[in-house]
C-alpha cells in the first residue's frame, strides 16, 4: 500500500523558498511518483515502503522548518507519471495530514485508511521527530559515522575525540531510542494504511 507525503514549508513568507534544495537532496529517495512541487512552498512524492517514509521523515525533522503530512491507503491506478496528476484517498488523507500538521506541536500529522492507527504511528513519528530535532551538529557527527559501519573508536579517531565521548554523544542523541522507535514507526504506517 503507497504512502503519500505532502510537506508545507513553514514560515515561506518570512524567509527564502527551501523546496527547490530539500527537492534535489532527496531526489535519490526510492519513491513510487518521485517528489514535486505542487502549489508555492508544498511538495509531495508517493513512497511504496513505510521504512522509507520513516527515512525521509527523519531527514525533514533533521533539516527542520517543514510540516509534515503522512497519508497512508490506496491510490488510483494505473499511476500518472507525475505526482501532481496522481489521486486517491492516500492523497485526501495526506492533505488534512499536512493541514492537522500545521497545528501540532512536532508539525508532523498521519492520516490513513485505520484511523487509530494513523494516530498510534502519528504518536511514535512525533516522539521520533522531536527527538532528532534537538540533536546538535556533534551528535550527528557522530551518528553519521556510526551509522556509515564505523565503530566507536573509529570514529573517535575520525572525529579526533575520545571513544567515550562518541559514546556520550550518541546517548545525548538518543540515537539506540531511535533505532527502537524507526521500525516500530514502519509497522504502525502499515496498519493505518487498512
Request: one cysteine or more.
Amino acid at each position: 500500500m503507497p504512502f503519500v507525503l505532502t510537506v508545507d514549508q513553514r514560515g515561506s513568507r518570512r524567509g527564502p523558498d527551501r523546496v527547490a534544495g530539500v527537492l534535489a537532496e532527496l531526489g535519490e529517495v526510492r519513491t513510487l511518483l518521485g517528489f514535486e512541487r505542487t502549489a508555492g512552498d508544498e511538495f509531495q512524492g508517493v513512497l511504496d515502503t513505510s521504512e522509507v517514509v520513516v527515512d525521509v521523515v527523519v531527514r525533514l525533522a533533521r533539516l527542520g522548518g517543514w510540516s509534515i503530512g503522512i497519508g497512508a491507503g490506496a491510490v488510483q491506478t494505473p499511476l500518472p507519471p507525475s505526482t501532481r496528476a496522481a489521486t486517491g484517498p492516500a492523497f485526501l488523507c495526506a492533505r488534512r495530514a499536512v493541514d492537522a500538521a500545521k497545528q501540532r506541536p512536532a508539525r508532523l500529522a498521519v492520516r490513513g485508511a485505520a484511523p487509530a492507527d494513523a494516530a498510534d504511528a502519528q504518536s511514535v513519528l512525533s516522539a521520533l521527530v522531536v527527538l532528532v530535532g534537538r540533536r546538535s551538529d556533534q551528535a550527528w557527527e557522530a551518528i553519521e559515522l556510526v551509522e556509515d559501519g564505523r565503530t566507536q573508536a573509529e570514529a573517535a579517531a575520525a572525529l579526533g575525540i575520545s571513544r567515550q565521548a562518541v559514546g556520550q554523544r550518541l546517548t545525548a542523541a538518543g540515537w539506540e531510542l531511535e533505532r527502537e522507535l524507526r521500525p516500530t514507526a514502519a509497522r504502525l504506517l502499515q496498519r493505518a494504511a487498512g
